[in-house]
């Protein structure tokens, strides 16, 4: 059995078919983690969401900023959800989306497998969080998502504050968690997010850090494996292994195999980009 962990498809079918034929991965014996945003841009969305829910006995994917905006548009008026991009509006109406929608919703916002020693998230952790807070806030939301109160928390997810704090309770804190776990990528030392900053490191501005490199942040005992973060490509660095490496903009779609020492990365071309 192989355990790999895939960047962010984005829709972007055709390129996760060739990665999976790469790897020779046999849905009888091996696992699939997938770092969130399965969905949008790539233009093949519903058919990417169709392969990853068909392989859902032998994968498990972490919930994106992308993946949570498609739940919450689909929670919409119809006139709202035919303004939105081509490629979200297929998924939208289609005669399997309440199959597809449902199960997304499930997914976790964290996937963590002591045994193995790896944490899955999609973006980022707070500066004080361990990997067992992480879990631990993680679930919080999970739990809102697997609910039938589920709705409220999409009409009032969106939106860059409050910061994160211990004290926080109901929406603000559920939202203050979401964004820590799909949106982050810079953050001052107290873990403020700065969302406005997506370059690479170096050019951000001055008190801000990639989360994984802030000072003083709590010790983390797993390895961590994310996306999110395109403009980064491949990093390797600080216990954490990011692996969009911009498919959807015609980088290259990257796993990365968990259950061995040996560092083992397969790429291949994402989508072609006129």
Known sequence: MSVWAIGDLQGCLEPTQRLLEKIAFDPARDRLWFCGDLVNRGGQSLETLRLVHSLRDSAVSVLGNHDLSLLAIAERREEEQRRVNPD??????????????????????????????????????????????????????????????????????????????PGLKGLDRERAIINIFTRMRYCTPRGRIAFEEKNTPGTQQPGLYPWYEVPGHATRDLKIVCGHWSALNLFIGHGVHA???????????????????????????GREVV
Not at 99 to 125: E, F, K, N, S, T
Not at 153 to 158: E, S, T, W
């Open 88 to 165: 979200l509006r297929r998924v939208l109406f289609a005669d399997d989306r309440d199959v597809l929608l449902d199960w997304l919703r499930m997914q976790p916002l964290a996937h963590v497998d002591r045994d193995l020693g790896w944490m899955m998230i999609h973006a980022g952790l707070a500066p004080k969080w361990t990997t067992q807070m992480a879990e631990k806030h993680a679930r919080e939301v999970e739990d809102r998502l697997r609910s039938g109160n589920y709705r409220k928390l999409f009409k009032q997810m969106y939106g860059d504050r409050p910061a994160w704090s």
């Open 243 to 269: 692996i969009d490496t911009g498919a959807v903009w015609g980088g290259k779609l990257t796993a990365l195999q968990l259950d061995t020492d040996e560092l083992r990365i397969v790429q291949v071309p």
